[in-house]
Nanobody
Framework: VQLQASGGGLVQPGGSLRLSCAASGSISSINVMGWYRQAPGKQRELVALIPSGGRTNYVDSLKGRFTISRDNAKNTVYLQMNSLKLENTAVYYC????????????WGQGTQVTVSS
């Protein structure tokens, strides 16, 4: 599975961005897609997950401002980020959990989101 993320950039506080992540390869085996992020000097952390047939999962601090969605026809997962804050600045990584015989994690290349005035 290959993951290609896009949509990052520079935005002012209060602004919005939409990240996209297109999956290719053994996409029929993808169970979960989602987003993680890593801010400078910090560990990578969960942002949101969306299983193929279940409920979305968000980190509590982002509920109401970030929305994850998935277009199975396009094999793409999106992250709509609204009311962005300075502390949302990070590299955002697309994530996929794939199970063929055993579960395996895949990561996209990361896309930089910078919130700055």
């Amino acid at each position: 599975v290959q993951l290609q993320a896009s949509g990052g950039g520079l935005v002012q506080p209060g602004g919005s961005l939409r990240l996209s992540c297109a999956a290719s390869g053994s996409i029929s085996s993808i169970n979960v897609m989602g987003w993680y992020r890593q801010a400078p000097g910090k560990q990578r952390e969960l942002v949101a997950l969306i299983p193929s047939g279940g409920r979305t999962n968000y980190v509590d601090s982002l509920k109401g401002r970030f929305t994850i969605s998935r277009d199975n026809a396009k094999n793409t997962v999106y992250l709509q980020m609204n009311s962005l804050k300075l502390e949302n600045t990070a590299v955002y990584y697309c994530y996929a959990l794939v199970t063929v015989t055993v579960p395996k994690t895949y990561w996209g290349q990361g896309t930089q989101v910078t919130v700055s005035s």
